[in-house]
């Protein structure tokens, strides 16, 4: 089956009660049981949910996995994977890293007695330096954010057989559309959904996708006894979404390729981070385990300044300044300011994040409009 027609179809069945082609939003807190124990699989909403259901198959289904798992957003689905571990183990992870990521790691769980380091892993001699007999996960997140770094997963997966690690992949920035972490080793994928999957920036969602049985009811038994499960209503809003994942990646794919080459060839332009490039770094891996570079492009202006960013920023029309990224629309940002505030600024600094980087979600506008946007704002 090919993705676009898995996207509308695959884990997802007509309601078998109205033959509904649409999957209800069954919303209810709790089941009626016939006799104690006679639930045919649903007692209450927290533990399971048909709605919930047939978007767990779907996502299941597109990451080419055999069981998905929906949390009330991405940070509780990361919550959910690092529960899995136990005080005295060590997480390896990128220096390059979604701030909310890095928060919840070395503000919440390093209290806990666990242990992350923070590399290169663009290289895969820096996380086989790190790698010790408390190691016991590596969590890899490319196109990192914002700087849209490669990871190599299968090298990673390598790595983690030889050690017996569990590697976790964060594939939102690229979504299933572009690369399947699962088919190259990976042992967990995680998502927001928030971002590409659910693509109408209406919605907020995690969710995660394993093969192994044993890690999915470990999963399972931590989503349903910590309790950050989504509602129906959210549930529909993302099945929704995923019927038009491969259209919509296509146009991002297409118009993110167009500003990456607009930007590079602007005068005012220092850099611009975007993996299609032939310079950037692993640029090869890239092509190798995507099947395009995706929407997301970073840039730094000529001088870095800060000022200059911010004024950039506060100029642009289409793209609109807004956190997060994903949706139709083409949203900017200051990653220094919003989404990484939570990363000092010295390791910021040091994994190449500057005060003045502009990160740009290219939606799925006229490209002609978003150039002009472009130019009119950085003058």
Known sequence: MKFGTKAIHAGVEPDPTTGAIMTPIYQTSTYVQRSPGDHKGYEYSRTH?????????????LENGTHGLCFSSGMAAVDAIIKMLKPGDEV????????????????VFQNYGIKFHFTDMGDLK?????????????????????LLNIIDIKGCADIAKKHNLLVVADNTFATPYLQT?????????????????????DVVMGAVIVNDDDLAQQLAFIQNSCGATPGPQDCFLVLRGLKTLHLRMERHCQNGRQVAEFLKNHPKIEKVYWPGFAEHANHEIAKKQMRDFGGMVSFVLKGDKVEDAVRVLEKFEFFTLAESLGGVESLCGHPASMTHASIPREERLKAGLSDSLIRLSVGVEDIEDLLADLEQAIG
């Open 181 to 201: 972490p699962l088919d190259l080793g990976a042992d967990i994928v995680m998502h927001s959904l928030t971002k590409y999957m659910g693509g109408h920036s």
């Open 126 to 146: 820096n996380i086989e330096a790190l790698v010790n007999e408390n190691t016991k996960m590596l969590w890899v997140e490319t196109p990192t954010n914002p």
């Open 92 to 107: 390896i992870s990128t220096n390059d890293l979604y701030g909310g990521s890095y928060r919840i790691f070395t503000k």
């Open 49 to 61: 949910n048909p709605t919930r259901t047939q978007l767990q198959n779907a996502l299941a289904a």
